[in-house]
C-alpha cells in the first residue's frame, strides 16, 4: 500500500524517483526560509500527520496547494534486541528507523523533496512532539525552523489557523519524551533478565506498570487482612397520621445521643424500649439542594465514566475516542473529527466552544437552564492544562444526528462526550429535601426524603454517581403521631474494601500522579498481557505470579514500586518538558543508586521457585500427571518430565449444558485468530454445533430453543434465546431500535 502512495506522489509531482533523491538536499533550505520552489511545476505544501484517518480528514480541509502524509506513529525507536542507551557516553540513545517503515518513509522524503515548506503536524503532547523531532531528523529539516504546527481539533478553523501559526519544535518537550523513553528502557531491560533469572523466563518489570501491579496486590492484601465486625440496624414503617402512605425511619439513637448497635442484644434492648410507644414527630426540617454541573470530559473521566455507563474497557475507550477524533465519513464531504483531542488532563474550554454551546442550551433547553456567566472549574495542581478539555467539535452535529453514520460503540461515546459537554454549561439541579425526626420513648428514628424540582444539568447528563433516586416523604407535621406498621432489626456486617476495577484504577493513578493521560490505557492492558493482572467481573485481582514479582519488587527495589517515588518521577519530567531541569540529569542521579540496587540483588535474591499445579490428565507419553502452565495465550497442559518428554495439551473446559444437537458435552474454546471465547462441541467434527455465546440448561419459553448467556463486555450478561427468529429475540431487536 505504501509503494503506491510512493509512485502516486511521484506521478503528480512529475518527477522520477531518481530526481526526487538528487533534490533531497533541497529540502533543508526550504523548510528553514519556507520559500516557494520552482523546480517542481505543482508547488505544495507538505503536512505530515500521525494516522492514514487524520490525514484523510485534514486534507479535504486544505485542498489544492497542500499534500497530506501520514508516519504511521513512531518512525524511529530504541532497538528492541538491545539496551539501545549507550550508558559510556552519558546516556545517548541510539536509535534506529522502526522495522517495516521502509515505504513509509520513502514516501514522506519523496513528498518533502518537492515541496516547498514541511509542516510537522503530529499529535499536541510530548510524544508528538518527539515523533516530529525524529521526522525532522530523518527528512533533514532543521528543528528550529519554523515548521511545528498544532490543533486541538480537527476542523477547518483550527487546521487552518495553525497553518497561519506555525512554531519551532519545542526541545524541551522533546526531551521529557526522551527521558520517559530511556528511564523506561533502563529499568524494563535491567530487571526482566533479573526475573528471568530469579522466577521466570519470559517474565518482564517496567516502571510505571510495577506500580499499578502493587497498588491492586495491595488492595489484595487489605480484603485478605480485613475482619468483618457485626452491627444491627432498626428500620421502622410507619405511616402518617392519614394512613394515606408508608415511610422508613432507621434507628439513630437514644437519649438525644447517636448509638451503634453491635451486638443482638443492643438490639433487642432497644426493641424492648420502644415496644408499645407512640411514633411522635419531634422535627421537621425542609431545605433546598443545589448540585452544580460536572466539568466536561478529561482522559480519566472519560475513561471512568465510559466504564460505568458504556461497560468499556480503558482500552476500547481510547480506541473508539482515537476513531471520533481523526475523522469519520458521516455524508458525501469526507469525513469529519468530532471530537478534540482525546488525551488531557484539562478541563478549560475555548471560548469559540463556549459560545456555541450556550446557543444549544438556549435553543434546546430554554433560558432557565443557562447560567448568567459560563461556569469554569477549577484546574488540578497536578494537571499540565497543555489542551481543552475533551469536548464535540461541532455542536450541531447532535448525537442523533450522527446516529445512522457512525458504529454503536462511536454513537454511544460520542453520546457520552457530547451530553457531558453540555451538561457542563448548565445550570445546577435543584432538590427539596426534608429530614424528620421521630421520637419513640427515649429512642430517636430519622427520615429523610429529596424530590427535584429542577432538572438543571441532568436534563443532559446523568452519571451512576449522581443520586436521582427520589424519596418522597408524606406530609407530616411536629407533634403528629404515625402509626407503626413493622419494626425490624437486621443484622449486618462491616464490608472489606472492594477490588479495584478499570475506572478506579485509572482515578487512583491520576490521583497519585502515576503516568499521564497518554498512559492509563496501556498501563492496564500491560499488566494484564503479562498475567500479572486478571479480571474477575469487573474487578482487577492479582494472579499468583503476580504477588510473586510484586513481593520481590518490594523486596528489592522499594523505589521502582514506590508510589510517592515514581509520581515524584513524573514531576521530575515535568520539570523537564517546562526548561527546569536537564534530561540527563536526571538519568545519571536515577541509575547510579539503580544499577548498585540490581547488582546486590542478583547476588543476593534467591531463586523463586513457582507453585505447580496438578491436573487429573495422565501424559499418554510418559505417564506423569500432566501439570498447568501459564502461556501466551492462556494455560495449557504440559507434561513435568521436559525436557525429556515434551507432551502439552490444551486445558479443555467443559460446561454443564449438553449439546441441544447430539448431546454431547459442549467445550469452551478460543478463536486462533481473535483469541475471542466460543462454545463447540466435543464432538466435532461430526457434530458442527457452535455458539460464540454460552449455551445455559434452559429452553425459551416463547420457542422451545436453547437459552444461551450473552455476556457484555462491561462484566455482566443478560439471558436470551439462541432462535434468532424467535419472538422473544424480535421484541429485543424493537426495543432497541426505538431506543
Request: with cysteine; glycine share 8%.
Given at each position: 500500500?505504501?509503494?503506491?502512495t510512493v509512485?502516486e506522489?511521484?506521478k503528480k509531482t512529475?518527477i522520477?524517483?531518481k530526481?526526487a533523491?538528487?533534490k ?8 528553514k526560509?519556507?520559500?516557494?520552489k520552482?523546480a517542481?511545476?505543482?508547488a505544495?505544501?507538505?503536512v505530515i500527520?500521525?494516522s492514514p484517518?487524520?490525514?484523510?480528514t485534514i486534507s479535504?480541509f486544505l485542498g489544492?496547494g497542500y499534500?497530506?502524509q501520514a ?9 528492541k ?12 540513545p ?5 522495522r517495516?517503515k521502509?515505504?513509509v518513509i520513502s514516501?514522506m522524503k519523496?513528498?518533502a523533496?518537492?515541496?516547498?515548506r514541511?509542516?510537522l503536524?503530529t499529535?499536541?503532547?510530548r510524544?508528538g ?5 525524529h521526522i ?5 529539516v ?9 490543533f486541538?481539533e480537527i476542523t477547518?478553523?483550527?487546521v487552518t489557523n495553525a ?12 526531551d521529557?519524551?526522551q527521558a ?6 533502563l529499568v ?13 523466563k519470559g517474565l ?5 506498570q510495577?506500580v499499578a ?8 492484601d ?10 444491627w440496624?432498626?428500620?421502622?414503617v410507619?405511616k ?7 415511610f422508613e425511619?432507621k434507628?439513630?439513637?437514644r ?7 453491635h451486638?443482638?442484644?443492643e ?11 407512640d411514633?411522635?414527630v ?7 439542594k ?7 470530559f ?19 475507550t481510547?480506541l ?6 481523526e475523522?469519520?465519513e458521516?455524508?458525501?464531504?469526507g469525513p469529519i473529527?468530532l471530537?478534540?483531542?482525546i488525551?488531557?488532563?484539562?478541563t478549560r474550554?475555548s471560548d469559540?466552544a463556549?459560545?456555541a454551546?450556550?446557543?444549544h ?14 461556569n469554569?472549574?477549577k484546574k488540578?495542581?497536578k ?6 478539555a475533551i ?7 447532535t448525537?442523533?444526528?450522527l446516529?445512522?453514520s457512525?458504529?454503536k460503540d462511536?454513537?454511544?461515546?460520542y453520546k ?7 451538561a ?9 429535601t426534608m429530614?424528620v425526626t421521630i421520637?419513640?420513648?427515649?429512642c430517636?428514628?430519622k427520615?429523610?426524603?429529596s424530590?427535584m424540582i ?8 446523568s452519571?451512576e454517581?449522581?443520586?436521582n433516586?427520589?424519596?418522597i ?7 403528629e403521631v404515625c402509626p407503626l406498621?413493622s419494626?425490624?432489626p ?13 475506572a478506579?484504577?485509572?482515578r487512583?493513578?491520576e490521583e ?8 492509563y490505557?496501556?498501563i492496564?492492558s500491560?499488566i494484564q498481557?503479562?498475567?500479572y493482572i ?8 492479582p494472579?499468583?505470579l ?6 520481590l519488587?518490594?523486596q528489592?527495589?522499594a523505589d ?5 517515588f ?5 514531576n521530575?519530567?515535568?520539570d523537564?518538558e517546562n526548561?527546569?531541569?536537564?534530561w540527563?540529569k536526571l538519568?545519571?542521579?536515577?541509575y547510579a543508586p539503580?544499577e ?8 543476593n535474591?534467591?531463586?523463586v521457585a513457582?507453585p505447580?499445579?496438578?491436573?487429573d490428565?495422565?501424559c499418554?507419553k510418559?505417564?506423569r500427571?500432566?501439570v498447568?502452565?501459564d502461556?501466551?495465550f492462556?494455560?495449557f ?5 521436559y525436557?525429556e518428554?515434551r507432551?502439552?495439551k490444551p486445558v479443555i473446559?467443559y ?7 447430539c448431546g454431547?458435552?459442549?467445550v469452551e474454546?478460543r ?9 463447540g462441541c466435543?464432538?466435532?467434527?461430526e457434530c458442527d454445533?457452535v455458539?460464540?455465546?454460552m449455551?445455559?440448561a ?12 450473552r455476556?457484555l463486555?462491561?462484566?455482566s450478561s443478560?439471558?436470551?434465546c439462541?432462535n434468532?427468529d ?8 424493537a426495543?432497541?431500535?426505538e431506543?
Open positions: 500500500m505504501q509503494k503506491s509512485k506522489t511521484n512529475g522520477s524517483k530526481t533523491t538528487a533531497k538536499g533541497s529540502v533543508r533550505s526550504s523548510a526560509t519556507g520559500t516557494a520552482t517542481s511545476r505543482k505544495y505544501d507538505l500527520v500521525e484517518a487524520k490525514a484523510k479535504q489544492n499534500k497530506v508516519s504511521g506513529g513512531h518512525v524511529r525507536d530504541l532497538p534486541s538491545t539496551l539501545g542507551v549507550d550508558l559510556d557516553n552519558d546516556f545517548e541510539k536509535y534506529i528507523q522502526i517495516g521502509k515505504d514516501a519523496t513528498g523533496s518537492s515541496a516547498r514541511v509542516y503536524a499529535d499536541p503532547d510524544e512532539e518527539a515523533i516530529s523531532w525532522a531528523q530523518m527528512l533533514g532543521d528543528p528550529q525552523s519554523v515548521s511545528r504546527i498544532e486541538n477547518k478553523n483550527a497553518i497561519s501559526h506555525p512554531r519551532q519544535l519545542n526541545l524541551d518537550l522533546v521529557a519524551q520517559r523513553r530511556v528511564l523506561d528502557r524494563g531491560y535491567k530487571l526482566s533478565p533479573l526475573l528471568w533469572r530469579k522466577v521466570k518482564s518489570a517496567g516502571r510505571v510495577s501491579v502493587r497498588i491492586i496486590c495491595d488492595r489484595e487489605e480484603i485478605t487482612a480485613f475482619v468483618p465486625e457485626e452491627y440496624t432498626i428500620t421502622a410507619l402518617n397520621a392519614a394512613g394515606s402512605q408508608e425511619a434507628f439513630y439513637g437519649n438525644g445521643e447517636k448509638l451503634e448497635l451486638k443482638k442484644e438490639a433487642d434492648e432497644i426493641l424492648k424500649a420502644v415496644g408499645g410507644k411514633y411522635v419531634t422535627s421537621i426540617k425542609k431545605g433546598v443545589k448540585k452544580s454541573a460536572p466539568p466536561p478529561t482522559t480519566s473521566y472519560l475513561q471512568q465514566a465510559a466504564a460505568g455507563a458504556l461497560g468499556f474497557t480503558a482500552k476500547r481510547m473508539v475516542a482515537q476513531q471520533l477524533y475523522g469519520v458521516i455524508g458525501q464531504g473529527g471530537v478534540t483531542y488525551r488531557t488532563d484539562s474550554v469559540e463556549l459560545t454551546v450556550r446557543e442550551i438556549t435553543a434546546q433547553y430554554g433560558p432557565d437552564y443557562l447560567p448568567e456567566k459560563p469554569y472549574y488540578s495542581q494537571a499540565q492544562d497543555a489542551h481543552e469536548r464535540p467539535s461541532h455542536m450541531e452535529l448525537p442523533d444526528s446516529k445512522n457512525l458504529s462511536q454513537y454511544r461515546l457520552l462526550i457530547y451530553t457531558r459537554f453540555v457542563s454549561q448548565m445550570t445546577p439541579s435543584v432538590s427539596e429530614a421520637d419513640a420513648g427515649d430517636t428514628f427520615a429523610n426524603g424530590h429542577f432538572k438543571g444539568y441532568t436534563a443532559s447528563f452519571s454517581d449522581d443520586d433516586k427520589e424519596n416523604l408524606p406530609p407530616l407535621a411536629e407533634g406498621k419494626l425490624t437486621k443484622q449486618n456486617f462491616t464490608q472489606p474494601p472492594s477490588r479495584y476495577t478499570e478506579t484504577l485509572v487512583v493513578l497519585k500522579g502515576i503516568g499521564r493521560p497518554s498512559t490505557a496501556p492496564i500491560t498481557e503479562r498475567r486478571e479480571k474477575e467481573g469487573r474487578s482487577l485481582k494472579t499468583e503476580g504477588v510473586i514479582v510484586n513481593n519488587m518490594k528489592n527495589f521502582i514500586v514506590d508510589v510517592e515514581t509520581a515524584d518521577l513524573e521530575k519530567l515535568d523537564i526548561g527546569g531541569q536537564k540527563k538519568l545519571r542521579d536515577f539503580f548498585q540496587t540490581i547488582e546486590k540483588a542478583d547476588k535474591v534467591e531463586r513457582l505447580v499445579k496438578e491436573s490428565v495422565i499418554e510418559c505417564g500427571t500432566m498447568y502452565k502461556g501466551r492462556g494455560p497442559l504440559a507434561c513435568p518430565g525436557p518428554c507432551n502439552t473446559k460446561i454443564d449444558t449438553p449439546c441441544p444437537k454431547k458435552r459442549i474454546k478463536s486462533a485468530k481473535t483469541r475471542k471465547t466460543f462454545y466435543e464432538g466435532y467434527p454445533f455458539s460464540w455465546d449455551p445455559i434452559e429452553k425459551c419459553e416463547a420457542c422451545g430453543s436453547m437459552m444461551v448467556l455476556r463486555s462491561g462484566g443478560y439471558k436470551k439462541s434468532p424467535c419472538v422473544k429475540n424480535q421484541k429485543r431487536k426495543g432497541r431500535s431506543e
